[in-house]
């Protein structure tokens, strides 16, 4: 089974930063996709950003210029660098993984998320 380890959340003052970071636990063969998914309260659950296999990289309008998604080949570790973030930036924040497993079939994997307050 594949989990996803988050962390790095937190509360910060308008204008500061935060780095998430998510690593992949269990057995994977292969990575399709890594990204970062906001959700806050009342609203659905929207992509900020993410990195596919042959690593370019897609961003939500909000975010561009501000944020910096990033992979290690080491261990797959996930990052999401969130600078002069916005009081509108916080959410829960999850981590999503597509990959597949040796035997070929396609999985899916969240994370338990990770609150981002901003706040002065």
């Known amino acids: 089974q594949v989990q996803l380890v988050e962390s790095g959340g937190g509360l910060v003052q308008p204008g500061g930063s935060l780095r998430l970071s998510c690593t992949p636990t269990g057995s994977i063969f292969s990575i399709n996709a890594m990204g970062w998914y906001r959700q806050a309260p009342g609203k659905q659950r929207d992509l900020v950003a993410a990195i596919i296999s042959g690593g370019s990289t897609n961003y939500a309008d909000s975010v561009k210029g501000r944020f910096t998604i990033s992979r290690t080949n080491f261990n797959n570790t996930l990052y999401l660098q969130m600078n002069s973030l916005k009081p509108e930036d916080t959410a829960l924040y999850y981590c999503?993984?597509?990959?597949?497993?040796?035997?070929?079939?396609?999985?899916?994997?969240w994370g338990q998320g990770t609150q981002v307050t901003v706040s002065s």
């Open positions: 999503n993984l597509e990959f597949r497993r040796r035997s070929g079939t396609r999985g899916v994997s």
